[in-house]
């Protein structure tokens, strides 16, 4: 069960756009629509911001959006905030044997 | 609002069991369509899915963890338990429990949380 394969670190200045990837296979990210993204604050438990590839909970900002193309799916923070640094983790399903799999987690740094 | 919480022993010796349970507030662990599982991140690492229990009490594993792990469910006390057999250094840990949707596998809602330290 290998992790989904996420940059270690992404950076941005206020007011800027970022995008956060997620790369899995055949088996898990480019077989099902089922991946969600989640912000976690240090010493905090994570915070579901996309599910199902695209849609967002009640509550989350709209400057949260998702995306898939093929084998990986992506994050984009709009209008970057300081608010917004903080680890993310993407999350794919893999099928009935294999269980969910995560990303190994995207540190996101506001300049 | 629904609330998890994580209790139990922050101190596992090696080679004995961690055993964490989850209480559910503000809503029924009985409640279709959704699951209730166990997901563990090691000191300054990623996350990881330990398991799940579904209301019926069915289970599913991490394959890489499967032959220590048992999930199991209290209905009478809405609670949901982890018993992780054999733990050595590697599994020291902050263990969360949380809510999962079963239909699109997203997790919703999260404890906050419970640091596990295997150590003798």
């Known amino acids: 069960q290998s992790a989904l394969t996420q940059p270690a670190s992404v950076s941005g200045s206020p007011g800027q756009s970022i995008t956060i990837s997620c790369t899995g296979t055949?088996?898990?990210?480019?077989?099902?629509?089922?991946v969600s993204w989640y912000q976690q604050h240090p010493g905090k438990a994570p915070k579901l911001m996309i599910y199902?590839?695209?849609k967002r909970p009640s509550g989350v900002s709209n400057r949260f959006s998702g995306s898939k193309s093929g084998n990986t799916a992506s994050l984009t923070i709009s209008g970057l905030q300081a608010e917004d640094e903080a680890d993310y983790y993407c999350?794919?399903?893999?099928?009935?044997?294999?269980?969910?799999?995560f990303g190994g987690g995207t540190k996101v740094t506001v300049l | 609002q629904l609330q998890l919480q994580e209790s139990g022993s922050g101190l596992v010796k090696p080679s004995q069991t961690l055993s964490l349970t989850c209480a559910v507030s503000?809503?029924?662990?009985?409640?279709?369509?959704?699951?209730w599982s166990w997901i563990r991140q090691p000191p300054g690492k990623g996350l990881e899915w330990i398991g799940y229990?579904?209301?019926?009490?069915?289970?599913s594993y991490n394959p890489s963890l499967k032959s220590r792990v048992t999930i199991s469910v209290d209905r009478s006390k809405n609670q949901f338990s982890l018993n992780l057999r054999s733990v050595t250094a590697a599994d020291t840990a902050v263990y969360y429990c949380?809510?999962?949707?079963?239909?699109?596998?997203?997790?919703?809602?999260w404890g906050q949380g419970t640091l596990v330290t295997v150590s003798s």
């Open positions: 199902d590839v695209i």
């Open positions: 503000g809503g029924s662990i009985s409640s279709g369509g959704y699951s």
């Open positions: 999350c794919s399903y893999a099928g009935s044997n294999t269980l969910e799999v």
């Open positions: 229990i579904y209301h019926s009490g069915s289970t």
């Open positions: 055949s088996s898990d990210v480019g077989s099902y629509n089922l």
């Open positions: 949380a809510r999962r949707d079963i239909y699109s596998n997203y997790l919703d809602y």
